[in-house]
């Protein structure tokens, strides 16, 4: 491609732009900003859109801010919100975004000379301009008509409870910020979700007002499964980019289980393969669904980006290990993520101390077997693993150190029927 915006378009990320901004990206070296606000202590896979956006923003020699909203944070952007967001405390705001810095910086280059990303903070001015200079600068360029059309003030106005105050002041902000940036960074571009596109043309407004300057936005479109579901929601809830809260596993996992309906979408969305490697993809999907070739593409990518090859390796392990794959190496956290879905049972540590408990015993108390004799013609048929090692022999003990960090033992019948056992202290 030669310029961002054709980049854009044949991976399908413009959804809406303001007028001549093709044009400007295609001629100029644009900065350009987004914003993420901390209202939680991880980004989760919905910023992936916007992140990537700002990260092939730069590949193409323009120059990105990730703008963290440390004051926009304790307001609450009402877009797409049907209902008042709980406010933040300060200290609540600052520690999230602490926490949100680290995966910011995984996408962007900070330490390229001609073009350096940046992370900026909105509460370096907004905790510092007072109520009547903001109201007097900012507010008299807006009235209240303009802002009751956009589509985040207008939904809420139709709803019983409608909008607070607080929010309905939060396109101002998100305005004040573009002119902030303009005049400190020279910041002629913001960029965003779609649903940010109010917010968006009020900032570009408010700075042909003020500032008597040009500026552009450019908007994604919100990501949906093929479905109309909303992307990174599963049944454990939403998919985060920080490990403590998504380990390395689900995270991998939810890429590969992605539809074939929309795993060429994703790699499109989120990756930087080319045109002719999707394209390859594409057709493996259609000729050969049943091998995945592009959900284990795409999971291997996304999870090395967001996380580490090292992530990957143990999260590509981890997966492993429900076919038989081997288990020594993983923790007792990966184990139990592992496992969470699988029959499980608690036994009490002294059973498994000194000589241990007979493997026989413990398959009939796991529910794997009906009986003892049941039992030890499975194993004498070599049809039952401890830890994904198959047992030796019917007279084999369950020991504690069998027992994963002293917390788990994976017990399997055949191929697929599996039950954790967690040795209770």
């Excluded at 600052?94 to 996408?107: I, S, T, Y």
Aim: net charge negative.
């Amino acid at each position: 491609m030669t310029n961002i915006f054709e980049e854009f378009q044949w991976r399908g990320l413009v959804h809406s732009f303001t007028e001549g901004a093709p044009e400007v990206l295609a001629k100029e070296k644009v900065t350009v900003y987004i914003g993420f606000d901390p209202t939680a202590a991880s980004l989760q896979i919905g910023n992936l859109m916007t992140l990537m956006g700002l990260a092939r923003m730069q590949r193409f020699g323009h120059s990105p801010i990730a703008l963290a909203g440390g004051g926009t944070g304790m307001i609450g952007d009402p877009s797409g919100k049907s209902s008042e967001r709980q406010l933040l405390t300060l200290d609540q705001v600052q520690a999230n975004l602490e926490a949100v810095k680290p995966q910011l910086e995984r996408f962007l280059d900070f330490e390229v000379k001609t073009n350096p990303a940046r992370i900026v903070n909105n509460a370096d001015w907004l905790c510092q301009v007072s109520l009547m200079d903001f109201l007097r600068d900012v507010g008299k360029y807006f009235s209240v008509n303009y802002m009751v059309t956009k589509d985040s003030v207008k939904s809420r106005l139709e709803r019983e409870e409608g909008i607070s105050y607080t929010e309905f002041s939060y396109m101002l902000l998100q305005a004040y910020d573009f002119v902030q940036l303009h005049d400190r960074y020279g910041c002629t571009m913001q960029s965003g979700g779609s649903d940010q596109w109010g917010n968006i043309t009020a900032g570009v407004e408010l700075m042909r007002r003020m500032r008597g300057a040009r500026a552009h936005g450019l908007v994604y479109p919100l990501v949906t499964n093929a479905d109309g579901s909303k992307l990174g929601k599963s049944e454990k809830g939403t998919i985060f980019l920080d490990a403590k809260n998504t380990s390395p596993y689900r995270f991998f996992q939810y890429w590969l289980n992605r539809e074939d309906a929309d795993v060429i979408d994703d790699l499109k969305h989120f990756t930087w393969m080319t045109r002719d490697e999707i394209a390859a993809m594409a057709h493996k999907v259609a000729t050969q669904p049943e091998q995945r070739e592009a959900q284990r593409a795409l999971a291997r990518i996304m999870t090395a980006m967001v996380h580490d090859e090292t992530a990957l390796a143990k999260a590509e392990q981890a997966s492993q290990a429900l076919f038989g794959g081997e288990i020594a190496g993983l923790s007792a956290a990966e184990l139990g993520d592992i496992f969470s879905e699988a029959p499980s049972s608690q036994v009490a540590k002294t059973a498994f101390e000194g000589a241990g408990k007979l493997l026989v015993d413990v398959l009939v108390d796991a529910g794997l077997t009906k009986s003892k004799g049941e039992a030890r013609r499975l194993i004498d048929n070599g049809g039952v693993y401890v830890n994904n090692v198959q047992a030796a022999g019917a007279d084999q003990a369950v020991t504690l150190a069998d027992a994963i960090e002293g917390q788990f033992v994976v017990l399997r019948k055949g191929k697929k029927s599996y039950h954790l056992v967690q040795v209770m202290r």
